[in-house]
């Protein structure tokens, strides 16, 4: 499994630098865990392979740039941008930022091909399919609905664990 942390800074050059404002994790060019800077990091060849978006919590340093994101690919979406997340989450992403006043509810726009995004609610506690990922999510305690992350491959003995900064200490 391939992690990278995406960059969220750039310098005049257009070049990453070292200061790291937003969170956005890119597992196998496929998935992304938070999407900080999934609308201003990712290369061409991943913008057309990335489909589904984990979204930890709803802090703007997580969420920055994914509407952005949507709103770029709208046109040449062939399959929906899946917004993975928990249902209070979903809530809080429908309620302050998919509303027609921030950005539209992309979720009830459709392009010529198909519907653009839609989301995919999950469970605490129960493990969970995206891709060729399995993934089970962990409440942390945090100022907002939080969850970390248990990922491992489909077919892997053993899994990495994501934990989204800032999330503070597990829940008990």
């Known amino acids: 499994m391939q992690i990278q942390l995406l960059p969220s800074s750039f310098d005049?050059?257009?070049r990453a630098n070292a200061a790291q404002r937003l969170t956005c994790f890119l597992i196998d060019e496929r998935v992304t865990v938070d999407a900080g800077s999934i609308g201003i990091a990712l290369s061409e060849d991943q913008r057309r392979n990335v489909r589904d978006v984990i979204v930890t919590h709803p802090h703007?340093?997580?969420i920055a740039s994914l509407p952005i994101f949507v709103d770029d690919l709208f046109g040449?979406?062939?399959q929906p941008i899946r917004i993975h997340a928990t249902q209070q989450v979903i809530d809080l992403l429908k309620r302050d930022v998919f509303n027609d006043n921030v950005y539209p509810k992309f979720d009830e726009l459709k392009n010529e091909l198909g519907r653009v995004m839609e989301y995919v609610p999950f469970e605490t506690g129960k493990e969970f399919k995206i891709a060729h990922l399995k993934v089970t999510a962990i409440p942390v305690n945090h100022i907002v609905p939080t969850v970390g992350l248990l990922v491992s491959e489909l077919d892997a003995r053993a899994g990495?664990?994501?934990?989204?900064p800032h999330t503070g200490n597990a829940a008990r």
């Not at 990495?160 to 989204?164: L, V």
């Open 12 to 14: 005049a050059s257009g």
């Open 76 to 78: 040449e979406l062939e």
């Open 160 to 164: 990495r664990s994501i934990k989204a």
């Open 60 to 62: 703007m340093d997580h």
